[in-house]
């Protein structure tokens, strides 16, 4: 009979672990987020243009408003869209 | 000497010239108030994530400058929001890592997202390097 490891390893073993989410503006050591690259901005837009929680992003409080205002100014400038469907 | 960042968008509908025009006399007015100019940039004509004043492009322009102290803003916008020609524009104060950036940035040190972490890292060994 098979005993209860060879069973587990009948699925994927890490399925359930979670990775280890970071603030890359930490570990990398970016001091500014510039508004006017926009592709840089994007990664924290979701498809509809709307901004990603930091639970999804893993961004620090601190760098996450910074990005937020950094978002708000491309939608000023036009560089962003407000609203929008399958941006990405 | 605070240093200040306004970003602009003229309507494309001008001939080049004209756009360019435009431009011009924005640096000239800043020089005239006594402002130094750090860099000016011409990120052309693009597209917009949505139309304002009925277009859909505008050409953007970046200028960068350092002023004694806030009172020059005030003029400078007032002539901007007067100007017809000049959709839309967005003046930002930088702190040290923003002026810190957008040196790099000239300097081209800063690639792409991916190279820019690496290259974050070879820009403080060529700092300690220089300090060295």
């Known amino acids: 009979m098979a005993s209860r490891d060879d069973i587990k390893f009948l699925s994927n073993p890490n399925i359930g672990d979670k990775r280890k989410k970071y603030c890359r503006f930490r570990k990398y050591g970016i001091k500014y987020i510039d508004y006017k690259d926009e592709q840089f901005l994007m990664q924290f837009v979701n498809d509809q243009g709307k901004l990603l929680p930091r639970r999804i992003t893993g961004n620090s409080l601190k760098y996450q408003r910074k990005v937020s205002t950094a978002v708000k100014r491309a939608r000023h400038l036009a560089m962003l869209p407000y609203v929008t469907d399958n941006l990405k | ?132």
């Open chain 2, 1 to 132: 000497m605070n240093q200040y960042e306004i970003t602009f968008i003229v309507d494309p509908v001008l001939s080049g010239d004209e756009i360019q025009a435009t431009a011009k006399t924005y640096v000239d007015l800043l020089e005239g108030e006594g402002c130094k100019m750090v860099h000016f940039d011409d990120m052309g004509i693009r597209s917009l994530a949505y139309p304002i004043k009925k277009r859909t492009n505008g050409a953007y322009f970046c200028s960068e400058f350092q002023a004694v102290n806030g009172e020059v803003i005030e003029k400078i916008e007032l002539s901007l929001r007067r100007d017809e020609r000049i959709m839309r524009f967005l003046t930002v104060r930088l702190e040290k890592y923003g002026i810190k950036y957008n040196e790099d940035k000239r300097n081209g040190l800063i690639g792409k997202k991916k190279e820019e972490s690496k290259s974050e890292d070879s820009e403080e060994k060529g700092a300690e390097a220089k300090k060295a």
